[in-house]
């Protein structure tokens, strides 16, 4: 039996939607790394975006669990000497928390060309509204990543 290669005319994309509110980051942006790469379906090919298109809703509302919302930092450096920002996430997901969901989804991508095409199929909303109706998204069960 050969094994199966899947062509760029084989994909099919679908929509998913994702309540984050009450939902852990890190458990909550496996689910979704693995929906945007494509892992989910019997057609994954790894050297292929085969991946879903992922709005995540109410992002403002996800947790960290154990402190980790202090303890954890994010740091950005500018290029130049003595350029380096460094803030915890708590503050992020204060000020953006659209982008702490998108840095931490981005993390678990593959690295180069496919990681950046993968990540544009992430929409990510810090409020319960969202303009991707008309591609008509089904809600993905995240029970599993419900702080406990």
Known sequence: MPTFSAKP?????AWHVIDADGLVLGRMCTQVATLLRGKHKPTFTPSLDTGD?????NASKVVLTSGKAEDKIVARHSGYPGGIRVESYAQLLARKPEDAIRRTVHGMLPKGRLGRAMIKKLQVYAGAEHPHVAQGPKVVDMSNAKAR
């Open 53 to 57: 298109h992922v709005i995540i809703i």
């Open 9 to 13: 005319s084989d994909v099919q994309r």
